[in-house]
């Protein structure tokens, strides 16, 4: 168990990539959510669709391990979820404060846990009953800097509602796919692809707005590129924006790739302490990168937050140790 969340971990070291791009779409274009998403979805499905060829099967892809009605019921819930964790953006939620909600995902994973019969230890209960705590006090921390107004507040407290939802959603599928794995075995690779692959049909509704959302992308001021060293470099003309894009999908790979690996090997609970500790980097890099000034309530906030973290793994260690 130490090996794969050390291997999890070192997968996740690409997650400050992608949080920069992602904070720079946030930033110049707040409402690229359905946009953002869409580009996330087709380059795994694309590279899932690769792997998964196969020309002598009659449907051109290889048989699958898994009934496929299981992963039609990940695929609604997967992507209820990074609409809403993306489309938060553009609700006053900064980036920092965005990382710190979501781990929030822990305290809802182990009260549905528990009320679908899942039991834990008090050690376990008593950790992710302090991340929880921390994360009152990050949000408490940061309301107090989003504005002075009642809209700008009405806003924020309307991005912490999206949020918990998409937290709450998100633990029932991360116990749904335990349930998959535990049942049919490790079948990870499938379960990417498909969970994103059949997801591009729920965008068709989402055409209009994420075509806008596109054209402003490529309005975006060119991107720097070494033309001194490279004169050929000079005629190629990339959005910066659009560049960020397609960074963001490709970081975004690798780290929801690796979610998939931990979650076929783990439990829910397991999943979401893990990314937990990810999420610290990617919060310490997002305070440096964009220039994020936290106030000592969401400092306080995240260090609890990540101290409970700390302790459901040293008690998972002592439980798989002794």
Not at 91 to 102: N, Q
Not at 213 to 219: I, P, V
Not at 245 to 251: D, E, H, K, Y
Request: proline share 4%.
């Amino acid at each position: 168990m130490c090996f794969l969340v050390l291997a999890n971990v070192l997968r996740y070291s690409f997650a400050p990539t992608s949080l920069k791009d992602l904070g720079q779409l946030a930033t110049a274009e707040p409402q690229t959510g359905h946009l953002l998403t869409f580009a996330q979805f087709l380059f795994v499905a694309t590279e899932g669709l690769i792997y998964h060829f196969d020309a002598s099967s009659k449907t051109l892809l290889k048989p699958n391990q898994v009934p496929i009605h299981r992963w039609l019921v990940q695929i609604l819930l997967y992507f209820t979820v990074s609409i809403l964790n993306n489309y938060a953006f553009g609700y006053s939620i900064s980036v920092p404060v965005h990382i710190i909600l979501r781990s929030g995902g822990s305290m809802t994973t182990l009260v549905i846990g528990w009320l679908c019969g899942k039991r834990y230890s008090r050690v376990q209960a008593l950790s992710v009953l302090v991340l929880t705590v921390g994360i009152v006090l990050s949000a408490w921390g940061d309301s107090k800097g989003v504005g002075k107004t009642e809209e700008s507040m009405t806003r924020f407290i309307t991005g912490l509602a999206i949020l918990f939802i998409a937290q709450v959603i998100s633990a029932f599928m991360g116990l749904y796919v335990e349930r998959t794995y535990t049942r049919y075995g490790n079948h990870y690779r499938e379960g990417l692809f498909y969970s994103h692959f059949l997801s591009l049909f729920l965008f068709i509704p989402f055409i209009p707005s994420i075509r806008t959302q596109y054209h402003r992308l490529l309005e975006s001021p060119p991107l720097p590129l070494p033309t001194s060293q490279f004169p050929r470099v000079s005629q190629i003309q990339i959005p910066r924006q659009v560049f960020f894009l397609l960074l963001n999908a490709t970081t975004h790979y690798i780290c929801v790739r690796g979610v998939n690996v931990l979650a076929s090997r783990s439990s829910a609970l397991t999943v979401t302490i893990v990314l937990n500790v990810r999420k610290l980097v990617s919060l310490l890099l997002s305070i440096w990168l964009f220039g994020n000034a936290l106030n000592w309530g969401v400092v306080t906030g995240a260090v609890v937050v990540f101290g409970g973290g700390f302790m459901y793994a040293v008690e998972n260690m002592r439980v798989a140790w002794f």
